[in-house]
Nanobody, 120 residues
Framework: QVQVVESGGGLVQPGGSLSLSCAAS????????MSWYRQAPGKERELVAS????????NYADSVKGRFTISRDNAKNTVSLQMNSLKPEDTAVYYC?????????????WGQGTQVTVSS
C-alpha cells in the first residue's frame, strides 16, 4: 500500500537548522511530484516547497525562499527539506505529500506530519 512517512521534526532555537525527511513506498516514486506543506495552530495549511518528479524544478513559498531547500533522491525514494535560519513563525506541523496519475486520475497521498517548534 501507499505510505508517506515524515521524520526529523523537533525543537530548535531561532536561527538554527533542521532537516526533515520523507520516505515513500507503494508507488513509482520517480513519477511522483513531491511537496512539503505546513500548518500552524489557527492557520490554514500552506504550501512550503515542491519539486518535480525528475527533480529538475523547484518552487518555494516567499516566506521560506532563500532559507529552505527541497531535494529528492529517486534511488532511495526520499524527499528532504533542509531548513536554515529558522524563525519562530516557522513553527508548525510539516506534511509531506505525493501526487501522481493512476488509473487516469490524479492521486494525492499525505503523511501524518511531524512537529517543528522554533523557540528559545
Amino acid at each position: 500500500q501507499v505510505q508517506v512517512v515524515e521524520s526529523g521534526g523537533g525543537l530548535v532555537q531561532p536561527g538554527g537548522s533542521l532537516s526533515l525527511s520523507c520516505a515513500a513506498s507503494g508507488f513509482t516514486f520517480s513519477e511522483s511530484a513531491m511537496s512539503w506543506y505546513r500548518q500552524a495552530p489557527g492557520k490554514e495549511r500552506e504550501l512550503v516547497a515542491s519539486i518535480t518528479s525528475a527533480g529538475d524544478s523547484r518552487n518555494y513559498a516567499d516566506s521560506v525562499k532563500g532559507r529552505f531547500t527541497i531535494s529528492r533522491d529517486n534511488a532511495k525514494n526520499t524527499v528532504s527539506l533542509q531548513m536554515n535560519s529558522l524563525k519562530p513563525e516557522d513553527t508548525a506541523v510539516y506534511y509531506c505529500k505525493a501526487g501522481f496519475i493512476k488509473n487516469f486520475r490524479w492521486n494525492e497521498y499525505w503523511g501524518q506530519g511531524t512537529q517543528v517548534t522554533v523557540s528559545s
